[in-house]
């Protein structure tokens, strides 16, 4: 943990003016890029962590330059993939592979509270920074690594993607329509969720150093973190021998409980319990819907394959044909779980989502308002802070260096002339 007077120096070059976060006074080095450890950091930059990112000056964070794009006349675009990201960071360049890296990075790592990695295993240990060396320059060091496979196991060297965990973690074999091919989630999951565990994993290394004094490495793979999404597979499979394949959009084991089509879209519904399925009967049906039927009264029976075919998805189909997806939901109401099937436009003007503050706006200077996700961790005495910009390439390095390292201009100057910086 950093001491008052730094505190309130990186607060002034990172124009921090929210109130302090929960992490006040945590300083992360995040030395990573794309999306899995970006994200990770973000959220503790958020959570009041000052985050200095480190990018090399010739090679920096190639999501800079992922669409969508916002012009800014005679300057670089500015990428809202990058910024939804790395907002609330510093940006400070140091070459990683440079003979004089060494000599910075420990500096920092002295100040540093987290180091977030995510490079192929092995390769920080190559470029002669690796956990081990580290932790001698600073005992009290998170070190977080987040790989495609982990620091350990036959697959650790291998290079790895997103969907690398997605196809190797089992959620390709469980995804896509019934009797079709496997089909990848469609979101960038196997990234975020070990963005989501690195974040876990450092607070409650965070809380270790608390008791103890000491630090220790984290270790998070995607192929690791995507196996835990898939709900009752392993047990399934374990206790059973069962391997699940694709379903479509039904469940497992409850029915209805899928995507139904209405006049100017779709829902999901839910009503597969017997308290629900009977209301449902009475809201969106007939009297006659429930009275006529006694034979589909138990959830095991409406969950019998030729019946929930014949029977009850027919009904629920008939039920929602002629009426829109708002009339359903305000038919619903707080009675029974069904929801709109929204696209991303209609999530982004969402009542709720404004009502969660889920939408939150930055103004970049020359480039105009980029408006992001927020932050679902809603804190009422230490609020995420979410309206901070991403750092242009380097744009504190020679604040870092001068103000919290104490390299004299000279030294920064030099730095830069042989490429460290």
């Known amino acids: 943990m950093i001491d008052d007077a730094t505190r309130a120096l990186l607060n002034t070059l990172g124009g921090v003016d929210a109130a302090p976060g929960s992490l006040d006074g945590v300083v992360v080095l995040d030395v990573t890029r794309v999306v899995a450890g970006p994200y990770c950091s973000m959220i503790l930059a958020d959570l009041g962590a000052t ?42 360049t140091l070459n990683l592979k440079s003979p004089d890296a060494a000599a910075v990075l420990d500096r920092l790592v002295e100040k540093a509270d987290v180091l977030v990695e995510n490079f192929r295993p092995g390769t920080m240990n190559r470029l002669g920074h690796g956990y081990e060396r580290l932790r001698t320059v600073n005992p009290r060091l998170v070190y977080a690594a987040l790989s495609g496979y982990g620091q350990t196991g036959p697959y650790r060297s291998r290079p790895a993607y997103d969907n690398s965990a997605q196809a190797t973690g089992g959620l390709w074999s469980m995804n896509g329509p019934a009797g079709g091919p496997p089909t990848r989630v469609g979101t960038i999951i196997g990234d975020l969720a070990a963005s989501l565990y690195g974040v876990i994993g450092v607070l409650s290394a965070l809380r270790h150093v608390e008791r103890t004094g000491e630090g220790q490495l984290v270790d998070v793979s995607q192929q690791d973190s995507v196996l835990t999404l898939t709900e009752n597979a392993v047990v399934a499979y374990t206790v059973d021998g069962t391997i699940p394949e694709p379903l479509g959009n039904e469940h497992p084991f409850v029915r209805p409980y899928e995507l139904f089509p209405c006049r100017d879209g779709f829902v999901f519904f839910g009503g597969y319990t017997d308290k629900f399925w009977l209301i449902s009967c009475e809201t969106f049906g007939t009297a006659a819907d429930w009275e006529a039927h006694p034979d589909l009264h138990t959830m095991a029976a409406r969950f019998d394959a030729e019946v929930y075919r014949t029977e009850v998805r027919p009904m629920v189909e008939r039920w929602f044909a002629d009426r829109t997806k708002v009339e359903l939901e305000q038919l619903a109401g707080d009675l029974v779980p069904l929801s709109a099937v929204k696209d991303i436009g209609e999530v982004v003007e969402d009542p709720q989502i404004a009502a969660r503050g889920m939408i939150v706006e930055a103004e970049y200077p020359g480039h105009g308002t980029l408006r992001t996700f927020g932050s679902p961790i809603k804190l009422d005495r230490t609020p995420p802070r979410m309206a901070g910009l991403a750092p242009d390439i380097g744009q504190h390095t020679a604040d870092v260096l001068r103000d919290l390292l104490g390299f004299s201009p000279d030294d920064v100057e030099a730095l830069r002339q042989s490429g460290t910086v």
């Open 51 to 92: 985050v200095i990112k480190v990018e090399n000056p010739g090679d920096p964070d190639y999501t800079r330059t992922f669409p969508p794009l916002l012009d800014r006349a005679g300057e670089e675009p500015l990428s809202g993939f990058f910024a939804q990201y790395n907002r609330n960071k510093l940006g400070v």
